[in-house]
């Protein structure tokens, strides 16, 4: 299948338009045509090489939101004009404990993720969401409930997801103290999350300017890092932090601020952090932690968390030829929202 997106070369150059072929159907797959996908800072850190070298031309985009257009013969979930999704990944061994208790990111034999990486069968590359289709095996596809808007759901497979998960891990709920460290694409839909779970949350933010933002969606309020005072009082305080601050930085003074056996989880920064200081987590028996997006049920999950709670993240919509642009901006800090592609106003022959 003839399909055509936007790729990277080479971290220097620009995002430019591709043509390539999707693989023709196997029994067990899904062919999407894609109408919405999500720019996620990770595709930033992926064409700028931040996590090393990587394949060449490579079509980025792991939040994807579009319509079944045919089905192998073998698929029995899906069928031609099913709303769907795609999130970080397209495939698993299916087979080793974690698959089989439905946290295939963490399959023994390594996951697929949606782009670059190789194909469990071919070998070929697998390439993401800036493009206008997509092919992958049915028990990679979400479902989009009714009622969700197609055009904004596309982050939560993977900024909704990758806060989601955490929060679901440590319980929370009714009455558990929540912390937020940064309120960009990822924080955001945190504080949403964690609120209609019945959690009083909090954003930690260097300063309280986006107070408002924070609780336009749903905070009780902003804590300052930069107040001593005020980082004083809160100490031991958050049962939960979850850090989503997306490059090398100092966790040390917010672990003060979790209460005993609390736990600072970090879902922001892939790569090195600075040295922590270990007196508080022993002095409170606190934990920092990692955690990496959530596994196929637990997607389905989130979506249908957000149909039912009516949770939708900040999407500003762009057309693919202003890609550059919005990773530009990505560039220059964290912003309170998620461009989304509207793969639609992509014309075949860019
Ligand atoms: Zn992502
Ligand atoms: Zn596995």
């Given amino acids: 299948m003839k399909t055509v997106g936007y790729a990277s070369y080479s971290a220097e150059t ?61 698929v029995s979930n899906y069928k031609v004009g099913d709303q769907v999704g795609v999130g970080c990944m397209v495939d698993s061994c299916q087979e080793c404990d974690q698959c089989h208790h439905g946290e295939e990111q963490f399959c023994r034999h390594g996951m697929t993720p949606t782009y670059g990486a190789p194909d469990r069968i071919t070998g070929e ?37 990758t806060t989601f998960s955490p929060l679901r ?32 949350v909090t954003v930690l933010s260097r300063s309280t300017k986006k107070e408002h933002e924070a609780k336009l969606i749903g905070a009780k309020g902003i804590l300052a890092s930069t107040d001593e005072d005020a980082m004083i009082a809160a100490e031991s305080s958050f049962d939960l932090i979850i850090d989503t601050v997306p490059v090398e930085h100092d966790v040390t003074p917010y672990a003060p601020l979790l209460d005993v056996d609390g736990t600072l989880v970090i879902v922001g920064q892939v790569g090195p952090m600075k040295e922590f200081v270990s007196v508080p987590m022993i002095m409170g028996r606190r934990r920092v932690a990692g955690s990496l997006i959530g596994g196929v049920k637990q997607t389905q999950e989130v979506l249908d968390f957000c149909a039912e709670h009516d949770i939708l993240p900040i999407c500003e919509i762009i057309r693919p030829d202003q890609i550059n642009d919005a990773f530009k901006v990505m560039e220059q800090g964290d912003i309170a929202h998620r461009y989304v592609m509207d793969m639609t106003a992509m014309s075949d022959d860019a």
């Avoid at 159907?25 to 090393?52: F, K, P, Q």
């Avoid at 992958?136 to 009714?146: M, N, S, Y």
């Fill in 14 to 74: 620009e995002m430019v338009p591709y043509h390539f072929e999707r693989r023709a159907l196997r029994a067990n797959d899904v062919a999407i045509e894609i109408l919405y996908s999500g720019v996620c800072h990770s595709d930033l850190h992926t064409v700028n090489g931040d996590w090393g070298p990587q394949p060449s031309p490579i079509v980025p985009g792991h939040e994807i939101v579009g319509r079944v257009i045919e089905v192998g013969p073998e």
């Fill in 125 to 161: 590359l697998t390439q993401g969401g800036y493009s206008k289709h997509i092919v992958l095996r049915e028990e990679f596809v979400l479902r989009i409930p009714d009622g969700l808007d197609l055009s904004r759901a596309a982050p939560i497979l993977c900024a909704g997801i």
């Fill in 169 to 200: 891990t440590w319980n929370i709920g009714e009455g558990s103290r929540v912390g937020v460290i940064g309120l960009g694409g990822l924080g955001h839909m945190a504080v949403k999350l964690a609120a209609a779970m019945g959690a009083e």
